[in-house]
């Protein structure tokens, strides 16, 4: 079991930076590949990056190629998405999500089985 908390969220303008944190309890967290997904009003929930395990393997969505960056500390039991050059379309809830334990990276969310509450990100023009 994992529970996931996330953090960092806030109004920020065009080509501002945030970083997002998603904190984990469960013993089985630095065993299971992350993701983090967004949605915005009227829109369906958008895979954005993803880790594996020890961090060795990451993906993101064309969207965010360049902007942005997943990373994760597994000794705090966390895991960061580092947003550079925000532009107003990456308005939404970010949600950061588990898979279970021995799954590897993923970009669809059904695959994941452990989500967390979210956090606004508002990026004004």
């Known amino acids: 079991q994992v529970q996931l908390v996330e953090s960092g969220g806030g109004l920020v303008q065009a080509g501002g930076s945030l970083r997002l944190s998603c904190a984990a309890s469960g013993r089985s967290f630095s065993t299971a590949a992350m993701g983090w997904f967004r949605q915005a009003p009227g829109k369906e929930r958008e895979f954005v990056a993803t880790i594996s395990w020890n961090g060795g393997t990451t993906n993101a969505a064309d969207s965010v190629k360049g902007r942005f960056t997943i990373s994760r500390d597994n000794a705090k039991n966390t895991v960061y998405l580092q947003m550079n050059s925000l532009i107003p379309e990456d308005t939404a809830v970010y949600y950061c999500?588990?898979?279970?334990?021995?799954?590897?990276?993923?970009?669809?969310?059904?695959?994941?089985?452990?989500w967390g509450q979210g956090t606004q990100v508002t990026v004004s023009s």
């Open positions: 999500a588990a898979r279970a334990a021995g799954w590897g990276p993923s970009n669809v969310p059904d695959e994941y089985d452990y």
